[in-house]
């Protein structure tokens, strides 16, 4: 499921308090998320900042190429890395 930010920061307080109360907090816990409006550096810091452990992205899609072939895949991660950081 894709979620904004801000849905995303509602979750992670959400874990975060029922860690709390089921005394887990303690222990190790990830968080990974598929993020609909953040597409770079500084808005996956502010989901680290948040909680978010693993951001989950596919960056060949802002091509808008076929995502079958794998050259068009690693186009697509070169467009990102050259366009978003």
Do not use: S
């Not at 990974?32 to 996956?44: H, I, P, S, T, W």
């Not at 900042?49 to 794998?70: E, H, N, Q, R, S």
């Amino acid at each position: 499921m894709v979620n904004t930010e801000q849905e995303i920061r509602g979750y992670v307080a959400e874990l975060r308090q029922l860690r709390v109360e089921w005394q887990r907090a303690d222990h190790p816990f990830e968080i990974k998320v598929v993020c609909g409006d953040v597409f770079d550096a500084d808005g996956f810091r502010r989901l680290e900042d948040a909680g978010v452990t693993d951001c989950i992205t596919m960056p060949w899609y802002f091509t808008g190429k076929d995502t079958t072939p794998l050259e068009n895949k690693i186009e697509g991660i070169h467009y990102y890395a050259e366009h978003y950081f």
